[in-house]
């Protein structure tokens, strides 16, 4: 919690930027993690469903 009251009190363009910039690291990374999870689940979906064929 403290680092968020210091990110809204600190006004400096250099310590948003990097914020933003460790922002879309993690999203990327949230993206990256999904796409796999994804990606897995219709393997096996597949098959499930060509065993019940």
Known sequence: MKILIDFIRNETAATSIEYALIATGIAVAIVVA???????LGVKYTAVKDALN
Do not use: T
């Open 34 to 40: 999904v796409n796999g999870l994804g990606l897995s």
